[in-house]
């Protein structure tokens, strides 16, 4: 089991910048790929970011080049640094914890933090 706490959200002008965290507890993160994710209202969830175990980068296109991915194992936190942000930005992120175990597919989310990007 892993248990996901999301901290950093709130209001931002647009070209500001945010940076979300990531806490995990109940099991070490190091072996799982971890990824952020957002909801804006009456959209699917889509992927914004991911990194696997040994460090491999994934980035949804709208976001290349202004958000960045990170994690420390060290310190059981995953970030996410969001720059340039956009109206379009604005939406509910959630951390996601995912690892093949044995077959099956562990897969462990957050609570959720809202970004707001407006004027």
């Known amino acids: 089991q892993v248990q996901l706490v999301e901290s950093g959200g709130g209001l931002v002008q647009p070209g500001g910048s945010l940076r979300l965290s990531c806490a995990a507890s109940?099991?070490?993160?190091?072996?799982?790929?971890m990824g952020w994710y957002r909801q804006a209202p009456g959209k699917q969830r889509e992927l914004v970011a991911g990194?696997?175990?040994?460090?491999?980068?994934n980035y949804a296109d709208s976001v290349k080049g202004r958000f960045t991915i990170s994690r420390d194992n060290a310190k059981n936190t995953v970030y996410l640094q969001m720059n340039s942000l956009e109206s379009e930005d604005t939406a509910v992120y959630y951390c996601n914890a995912a690892r093949l175990w044995l077959g099956n597919v562990n897969n462990y989310w957050g609570q959720g933090t809202q970004v707001t990007v407006s004027s």
């Open positions: 109940g099991s070490s993160i190091s072996v799982y790929t």
């Open positions: 990194i696997t175990s040994g460090g491999r980068l």
